[in-house]
């Protein structure tokens, strides 16, 4: 039974810094012997202060994963926030990524479906697992490709997330897709941290394991070689050099979990 992941920074940085990390994770992915795709955005334009780094842009940012996908073979993912990024990014990207903030945006959904790449679409934080399937049907009735819906937590409070591991069965059922699981988002303590959003990193092993034990088919998590200084989502993100070994601990537990479906 496999297991794979997204993998990569929250947002491109710079050209040396994408590509090194990229080339730790393809060196990961051989050891591992595990499926990874490159994950990086090129703009987070959800950012909570007008002050706070969104990434080189489109033209910049996707050059650059240009050159990742050429030098390490990973496939690429990259999000968009509006519809005239999605011809562009398919040119360079395996699998366009609709932001949770965006998960009923229409006219995003269909011209991603439109597109020859797959689509992610992360579940929104405020809306319940069972209404996923009317994101993916707005993708399907337009596209064959491969869809992916991901769960992220809910809001809970102002400035909290909770993951509630029924969604992962019931989008299962409901969205006959792959689910993942975005461990490292769903973390996040939106906008606690003074204009920015904290989070609480150290809860990322627990999320992880429990989202294998219970059926994830892709586990999502962004890492920085030192999170504490990362231009976005550091809080939140997982350590570079933790990675290997948190990867081998989940194969450990998703052999366990076939091992036990296999005998009911």
């Not at 994963?65 to 395996?94: M, N, R």
Request: glycine fraction near 6%; include cysteine.
């Amino acid at each position: 039974m496999s297991l794979d992941f997204i993998l990569g920074p929250c947002v491109i940085e710079s050209e040396a810094m994408t590509l090194s990390i990229a080339e730790n994770l393809k060196t990961i992915a051989d050891k591992c012997q595990v499926n990874v795709t490159f994950k990086a955005s090129f703009d987070k334009a959800n950012r909570t202060s007008i002050s706070s780094f969104r990434g080189p842009g489109i033209e910049k940012g996707l050059n650059i994963l240009s050159k990742v996908k050429k030098e390490t073979g990973l496939p690429i993912l990259t999000d968009i926030h509006q519809v005239s990024e999605v011809a562009p990014c398919a040119e360079v990207v395996d699998i366009i990524q609709i932001p949770a903030f965006l998960c009923r945006q229409t006219d995003i959904l269909v011209a991603a479906g439109q597109s020859r790449c797959a689509v992610n679409i992360k579940k929104g934080q405020f809306l319940s697992p069972y209404d996923m399937v009317h994101a993916v049907n707005k993708v399907r009735s337009v596209s064959s490709n491969p869809i992916f819906v991901t769960e992220r937590g809910s809001s809970h409070g102002y400035n909290d997330l909770v993951v509630d591991y029924r969604s992962i069965q019931i989008m299962k059922e409901t969205c006959q897709c792959p689910v993942v699981m975005d461990v490292t988002h769903a973390v996040q303590q939106p906008g606690s941290n003074n204009g920015s959003t904290g989070g609480k990193r150290e809860f990322v092993p627990a999320l992880a394991k429990a989202a294998v034990a219970v059926g994830a088919d892709v586990l999502f998590l962004e890492t920085y070689p030192n999170p504490d200084v990362a231009p976005s989502d550091g809080p939140n993100a997982w350590p570079l050099g933790k990675l290997e070994q948190l990867i081998n601990d989940l194969m450990i537990i998703k052999e366990a979990v076939g091992s036990i479906k296999e005998t009911i």
